[in-house]
């Protein structure tokens, strides 16, 4: 397929807007394939690298060098050891890497400069020599030493975008030719990223033709060791770090299709995405409530119903819809808790009694219970989620994503209640 087959619209600046709260501040590590950055789309990727900017989003560059490292090679027709850094670097392949990378980082930082944008290349990665693998001496080809985080967050705390190279300096000041895979995944984890973005000039991951978009890290490891070669040979290192990255603590990787008009931002903003996904399996602490919980439930929500953030409901209210309740346990303990009702109609669902003790609350809890009622109910086929809250409308709308809506956003079923409870909560909703 080619890139102008599957080009696809930006995402809208509503839905732009309505992340901007929960990406402010984050570090995203962006790492681009040497094949982008000659690709004739790359003007648009840095057109949306200064919207992800412009949306206080620290971004970090991290580039490859396979694709002009081949060019050169041909150019001076001589032969290297390995184009895509993942095997062992002999001299002449460090000598025109080298040549590459300088290439490479002048051309991302001429683009950046063009978009109005501050960019750095430091020496903020020490590599050291990965010495023999199998008992063959890999050369010149490093690994990550040590990872200058003060220089990083300096830069970045000064909307600064560091721009690194795969080449990097021992301790010594020895060159040695690092993966850039491998580079941005360990960025990822030391700069507490939310997330790393590969892009490349392929298309995204596909198992028996149909495209994965979405899947958790568990499932990638699981492609990884019983169906390798189902991944394509230019993908399978940054399955590799993905998988390594979210395993370190990186909450999302994804691998997107950078010749795509718009792809990055898409990616980012757009529900349904259009790249791969991967994510870690931050839901493992939440299950359904079971009948034995309903007094715990009713316990944690009393704080709530007596500061007026939740409604009373008695235990054996609880107890009669438990089946509703979804739980967040830790160690034996229910900390949070959330009532998932789905109207008759089927469409809507209900996101109510959320509450997460004192001493858990500011942790991402709260937004984890939620999105997880929200992935529920979208299984089960609603199309909106709702919720009315007293206090914390703004959670809802700038941790969660919702918006603000009227009675009339309200099931027919629900409005009448509403009017009479004399709560005056605000009534919010997500389309899912
Ligand atoms: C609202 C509540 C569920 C949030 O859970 P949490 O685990 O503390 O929230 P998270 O850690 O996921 O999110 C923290 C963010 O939410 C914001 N937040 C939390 N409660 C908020 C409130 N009541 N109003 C506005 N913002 C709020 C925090 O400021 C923080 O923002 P930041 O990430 O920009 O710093 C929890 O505070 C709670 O149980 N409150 C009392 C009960 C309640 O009001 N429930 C809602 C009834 S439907």
């Known amino acids: 397929m080619t890139s102008d087959e599957h080009n696809v619209k930006p995402t809208d600046l509503r839905g732009i807007l309505k992340y901007v709260p929960m990406f402010r501040e984050h570090v995203f590590v962006l790492a681009l394939d ?8 790359f003007q648009n990727v840095l057109l949306d690298i200064a919207v992800l900017r412009s949306l206080n989003i620290k971004v970090v560059l991290v580039h490859g060098v396979g694709q002009q490292l081949k060019a050169l090679a041909k150019q001076k ?13 002999d001299a002449v392949t460090l000598e025109l890497a080298t040549e590459a990378a300088a290439v490479v980082s002048l051309e991302i930082m001429q683009g950046l400069t063009r978009n109005g944008l501050r960019c750095a290349t430091c020496n903020g990665v020490r590599s050291k020599e990965i010495g023999m693998v199998k008992g063959e001496d890999q050369l010149n080809s490093g690994a990550v030493d040590k990872l200058d985080d003060v220089l990083f967050n300096k830069l970045l705390d000064t909307d600064t975008i560091p721009v690194i190279t795969p080449i990097a300096f021992s301790r010594e000041g020895t060159p040695l030719r690092i993966n850039s895979d491998l580079l941005a995944s360990e960025l990822a984890s030391k700069l507490n990223a939310s997330k790393l973005i590969y892009m490349t000039t392929q298309d995204g991951l596909q198992i028996n033709d149909q495209p994965l978009t979405n899947l958790p890290v568990a499932n990638l490891e699981g492609l990884l060791k019983s169906a390798t070669e189902q991944i394509p040979e230019r993908l399978l290192s940054k399955v590799e770090h993905s998988v390594k990255a979210i395993n370190a603590g990186t909450p999302r990787a994804h691998i997107l299709d950078g010749r795509l008009f718009g792809a990055l931002l898409n990616e980012i903003f757009d529900k349904v995405g259009i790249g791969t996904m991967v994510y870690s399996n931050d839901y493992q602490s939440i299950r359904r409530a079971v009948t034995a919980d309903a007094h715990s439930i009713y316990n944690i929500t009393q704080n709530g119903v007596r500061a007026e953030s939740l409604r009373e409901r008695s235990q054996e209210s609880i107890e009669a819809t438990i089946a509703d309740y979804l739980v967040y346990e830790i160690d034996g303990s229910i900390v949070a808790c959330v009532n998932l009702k789905i109207y008759d109609s089927g469409d809507i669902a209900e996101i109510g009694s959320v509450y997460v003790q004192a001493f858990y609350q500011n942790k991402g809890v709260g937004r984890k219970m939620v999105e997880f009622a929200c992935a529920e109910a979208q299984e089960r086929g609603s199309k909106r989620a709702i919720a009315m809250t007293t206090q914390a409308s703004k959670f809802f709308s700038k941790v969660c994503a919702f918006e603000e809506g009227t009675i009339n956003d309200l099931p027919a079923e629900r409005r009448e209640d509403y009017a009479q409870n004399g709560r005056n909560s605000k009534v919010l909703y997500l389309d899912l």
């Open 77 to 89: 027709q001589t032969a290297i050891s390995d184009p895509h850094g993942e095997l062992k670097t």
């Open 34 to 41: 040497g094949s982008l950055v000659a690709h004739e789309n």
